[in-house]
């Protein structure tokens, strides 16, 4: 609807207001009996309740629930129930009651020929709806109606949400609407019609649809399923753009769940149009649908308006197919999550099933208790991403902490962050501590979610290739290799002082140390990467006199600086006594940290393993924990 600047008149609203009957609005959506003289009321449509508490008053045109509060006139009952805006609602009366509307400050209002145009197609997919419905209970329809059998829904069901059937043939909707006076280039304009090379015929031809309704429950295009193996068209058809269908805006389903929606303040979001039939039979009188578009901006606008999204309560559920698709459509929810101030959740059935599927397998009980069973998207998205590392390797559980920590970071409720850092340790078998403080970090960075670039790519064997390789093996992908650190932390310390001893005195290693070093895992990204430089450089045979510069020139470019400062940085000794003794004990607490590394494995493999896991692999997973334990005594003995 196209409008030129302008408020409208007070006095045309007050008009409105006089004119439009309350009672008779009202009567529409409510049952009203008489309480009195000049007071009716009836069941509040506002919220749930059993006794009426809702009074309606014509006389002075006013509503009150003295259950709820709501109050009001005629406009704002429209406004809250329909979910329209003061201007619409007031246009939408002012039509009803036939008032001329005037507009402040030279505006005009709605464009009258525009007007004309969008009532004319609404009438000609009402005429299409009411075409369609007639059809699906022709003989020609009974593979819509055995489609429709098959999935657990009657004719009752078909008819409470209009489900209709578009004939076979060329021509049957476009003659019936030229018969009742639709011209060709309104037909064009509806998109009910396509044209060809022989000029328009059926857009929907064969197929069992679906009408797709605005809020106020006027249909505006229609979704249609093929029955037919000879239909070359895709698996479902839509209608096109139209003035009146934007897909990007509309929702399956917000007509007859809006109500629901904004009493419970909840919205469901499933998959398709049968999901949405089946979750509404089911009890879930919340479900919608987006229609073949993914869940936008757009849609959101609409579904913050019907949960009243003001930080003050309400959820959005999500849910979605368990295959790679489902999860690919669940992260990219999570990537508009942070538009919403309510809740978000999704809903996954662990086989796969849709709420279609899952109503006709095991019962409307069943897809209750599978909205009942949702899961933060948040905790979603973080164990999708958790399924890119290796939890068995340190690198691949460093990794998975760079992914989840900005996620746990930007969880908006601060008393559920903290629980979900202690999920995370245990998910990933690392210090709760450690966790915290990588949380802590990510949430002092300028942005929510890691960047895209940043998770490492996974390598045959599933851990994260090193930052520079040989034989061909791709550099570490991440963009920032030198990171700060805290120098309070023991590990990044203990990492630092092995590297200096190894760079400044490379011969005071035994052999045994040399192994047991090559073999160490560091988990401060620019210390690893100085490690794999030693690593190389020692495999590539450089002498002592370019230990230095050999491990320098195996590093990135960004790194250099790092192994400069570890080669000159003074050591806590004096004598070669005190140096010899301070590398030892150095080389001893690193080697002592790799097996509180491993231990940190084990233990997560026992922590995911659970009490049902195999008996045979527990006990292995223990005894080596015993005799990591030896190892580390025997390491502080040696001190």
């Known amino acids: ?221 229609f979704g249609a399923r093929k029955l037919y193996d000879d239909d070359p068209g895709p698996k479902y058809l839509n209608t096109p753009e139209t003035p009146l269908y934007k897909k990007s805006q509309v929702l399956y389903g917000i007509d007859l769940a809006k109500r629901t929606i904004a009493k419970e303040r909840q919205l469901v979001l499933v998959e398709g149009y049968t999901d949405v039939m089946a979750a509404h039979l089911a009890g879930v009188g919340t479900a919608v649908a987006t229609c073949g578009t993914a869940f936008g901006a757009d849609h959101i606008k609409v579904a913050r308006r019907l949960i009243s999204d003001d930080g003050t309560g309400g959820e959005v559920i999500f849910t979605f197919d368990g295959d790679e698709a489902g999860q690919k459509a669940a992260l990219k929810a999570f990537d508009e999550d942070h538009r919403f101030l309510a809740k978000t959740f999704v809903a996954v059935e662990p086989s796969g099933m849709d709420p279609c599927d899952l109503r006709m397998q095991k019962g409307d009980e069943a897809v209750r208790a599978l909205i009942a069973s949702r899961r933060p998207l948040f905790e979603f998205a973080i164990r999708a991403g958790l399924k890119d590392y290796d939890l068995d390797t340190v690198e691949g559980r460093a990794g998975a902490l760079r992914h989840a920590a900005p996620i746990v970071a930007g969880i908006k409720d601060a008393v559920l962050r903290p629980g979900y850092e202690r999920e995370l340790a245990g998910w990933l078998g690392l210090d709760p501590n450690a966790v915290h403080r990588a949380v802590a970090a990510a949430g002092r960075a300028p942005r929510r979610g890691p960047e895209p670039e940043a998770r490492p790519t996974p390598a045959s064997d599933g851990q994260a290739v090193g930052p520079t390789g040989r034989h061909g093996e791709a550099a570490a992908p991440a963009p920032r290799i030198v990171v700060p650190v805290d120098p309070r932390d023991p590990v990044a310390r203990r990492e630092r002082e092995s590297l200096e001893v190894v760079l400044q005195h490379p011969t005071l290693l035994s052999a045994e140390q040399w192994t047991a070093l090559y073999a160490a895992r560091f988990t401060v990204p620019q210390y690893a990467a100085v490690h794999q430089g030693v690593k190389m450089a020692g495999s590539a045979g450089a002498t002592p006199q370019r230990w230095v510069d050999a491990v320098r020139d195996a590093v990135p470019q960004e790194v250099a600086g790092v192994v400069s400062e570890l080669a000159v940085r003074d050591l806590p000794a004096r004598t070669p006594e005190d140096v010899d003794r301070y590398c030892r004990d150095i080389m001893n607490r690193l080697f002592a940290l790799q097996i509180v590394h491993r231990k940190e494995e084990l233990l997560g493999r026992l922590q995911r393993l659970g009490p049902e896991g195999d008996p045979a692999e527990f006990t292995r997973l223990n005894s080596e924990l015993m005799e990591l334990e030896a190892r580390r005594r025997a390491l502080r003995a040696d001190d």
């Open 1 to 221: 609807m196209v409008r030129m600047a302008g408020l409208i008149v007070r006095k045309d609203i007050d008009l409105v207001r006089e004119r439009t009957d309350l009672k008779a609005v009202v009567e529409e959506f409510v049952t009203l009996r008489s309480a009195g003289v000049g007071s009716f009321k009836g069941l509040c449509p506002f919220h749930d309740e059993r006794t009426p508490s809702f009074h309606v008053r014509p006389g002075v045109g006013t509503y009150h629930c003295f259950g709820c509060g709501a109050h009001g006139d005629v406009i704002s009952f429209l406004m809250e129930l329909e979910h329209t805006t003061f201007m619409e609602t007031v246009e939408r009366l002012a039509s009803r009651v036939g008032v001329e509307l005037h507009y402040e400050d030279g505006g005009t209002g709605p464009d009258k020929a525009e007007t004309g145009r969008r009532r004319r197609l609404f009438e000609a997919n009402k005429v299409a709806d009411e075409f369609f419905r007639r059809a699906l209970g022709s003989p020609e329809a009974q593979a819509a109606r055995d489609f429709l059998t098959q999935r657990g829904f009657t004719q009752e069901h078909a008819a409470q949400f209009g489900l209709g059937y578009a004939p076979q043939g060329w021509s049957h909707l476009l003659d019936h609407l030229r018969q009742r006076g639709f011209r060709d280039e309104e037909l064009r304009a509806s998109g009910l019609v396509s044209e060809g090379q022989r000029g328009l015929y059926d857009r929907f031809r064969g197929r069992l649809l679906w009408p797709i309704r605005d809020m106020t429950g006027a249909t505006i295009g």
